[in-house]
């Protein structure tokens, strides 16, 4: 039995990911604005924890609700950041809380949890990257916000991966394809059950130490940084 942390379980991927987990009779700890009610007959094996990754203080107080071990965090939660989708448009408010939601949540919850991870088995952390988010994959611009935020997301990885790879923690930027979701649209080829079943067979069971640090698929394959 797994122990994980999962974020943004509301809806989207996040969603199918909480229904993976908790049908195969793992331990959830689930983060997100609201839950969805099919999860509570889970009972026990469930426990959400109601947070807004645009609020720090809100953050650290979620991260503090988490008593038990976790083995493994996966961050799921994301702003498309549509008020900040082009350089002719820049509202700096938008653009920040996007990079907040983004790339600094996910940096404070990696710190705060750590401690936890530490206390559980395989201490994997995966960041749920994209593709928009590669630099030299970048020559159609827009997505501002959100290429930017993913971008420095993914440096985030790498700091963790750099800093905490030697105490056997376990750092990735996955990217989960194009999936139907309310930000990938109704023309991706992947439903939400295909990509979450992708994504937890990747970290149960591709995901090792020799990963650490990778921008990858959920086949284990490189994307270009
Ligand atoms: N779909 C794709 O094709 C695709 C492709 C590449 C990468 N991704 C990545 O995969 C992840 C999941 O995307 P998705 O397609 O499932 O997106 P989605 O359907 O739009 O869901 C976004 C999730 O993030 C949560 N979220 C947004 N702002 C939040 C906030 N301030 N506080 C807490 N939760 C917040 C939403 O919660 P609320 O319901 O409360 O808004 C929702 O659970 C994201 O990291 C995304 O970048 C997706």
């Not at 109601?50 to 979620?62: N, V």
Request: charged share 15%.
């Amino acid at each position: 039995m797994t122990r994980v942390l999962i974020t943004g379980v509301s809806r989207g991927i996040g969603e199918g990911l909480l229904r993976q987990y908790l049908a195969r009779g793992h331990h959830v700890h689930a983060m997100g604005r609201s839950c969805p009610d099919w999860a509570v007959a889970y009972g026990s094996a469930l426990r959400f924890i109601p947070c807004d990754m645009a609020d720090p203080i809100a953050l650290e107080a979620a991260c503090d609700a988490v008593a038990e071990p976790l083995d493994s965090i996966i961050v799921s939660a994301a702003d498309f950041g549509a008020d900040a989708y082009l350089l002719e448009q820049i509202d700096p408010a938008a653009f920040a809380r996007t990079f907040q939601i983004n790339c600094i949540s996910p940096a404070m919850l990696a710190s705060k949890l750590k401690p936890k991870l530490e206390l559980g088995e395989g201490r994997k952390i995966v960041f749920m990257s994209t593709g928009n988010a590669s630099l030299s994959g970048n020559t159609q611009g827009a997505m501002l916000a959100y290429r930017t935020s993913k971008s420095a997301l993914n440096q985030l990885m790498r700091n963790i991966a750099a800093e905490w790879g030697a105490s056997g923690f376990t750092a990735v930027a996955l990217n989960p394809g194009w999936v139907r979701t309310a930000m990938g649209g109704e023309n991706a080829p992947l439903t939400v059950e295909e990509a979450s079943a992708a994504i937890y067979g990747f970290c149960q069971f591709t995901l090792s130490p020799a990963l650490n640090g990778r921008f990858c698929n959920t086949d284990g394959s490189e994307l270009p940084w």
